[in-house]
């Protein structure tokens, strides 16, 4: 079994900050890239920023600036920092990782968490 558990949302006023985490466990031979995707009411998933087992980062047009996505690889950790939040970045944020259960295993695949609520108040 794989873990990825989100934590640290919750409500804040525009121009505010909050940090997100997630925390992969279990079976985890190794990990690629971890990140973030977030998805707000009516809308489609999409993808907010990755980061790569080497530290290479990416991030969606709309919060470069303003997210910073960081990554304690050895505790399997992805965190993601937000500042200046908008009223439009309220959504709610899934934590994935992609990565190989076994060092056997024939590919990667992508593991998701339950999500966590960000909601930005104006």
């Known amino acids: 079994q794989v873990q990825l558990v989100e934590s640290g949302g919750g409500l804040v006023q525009a121009g505010g900050s909050l940090r997100l985490s997630c925390a992969a466990s279990?079976?985890?031979?190794?990990?690629?890239?971890m990140g973030w995707y977030r998805q707000a009411p009516g809308k489609q998933r999409e993808l907010v920023a990755t980061?790569?087992?080497?530290?290479?980062?990416n991030y969606v047009d709309s919060v470069k600036g303003r997210f910073t996505i960081s990554r304690d690889t050895p505790e399997s950790t992805v965190y993601l920092q937000m500042n200046s939040l908008k009223p439009e970045d309220t959504a709610v944020y899934y934590c994935y990782a992609n990565l190989k259960r076994y060092s056997y295993s024939p590919s990667w695949m992508n593991y998701w968490g339950k999500g966590t609520l960000v909601t930005v108040s104006s």
């Open positions: 279990g079976s985890i031979f190794s990990i690629t890239a």
């Open positions: 980061i790569t087992s080497g530290g290479s980062t």
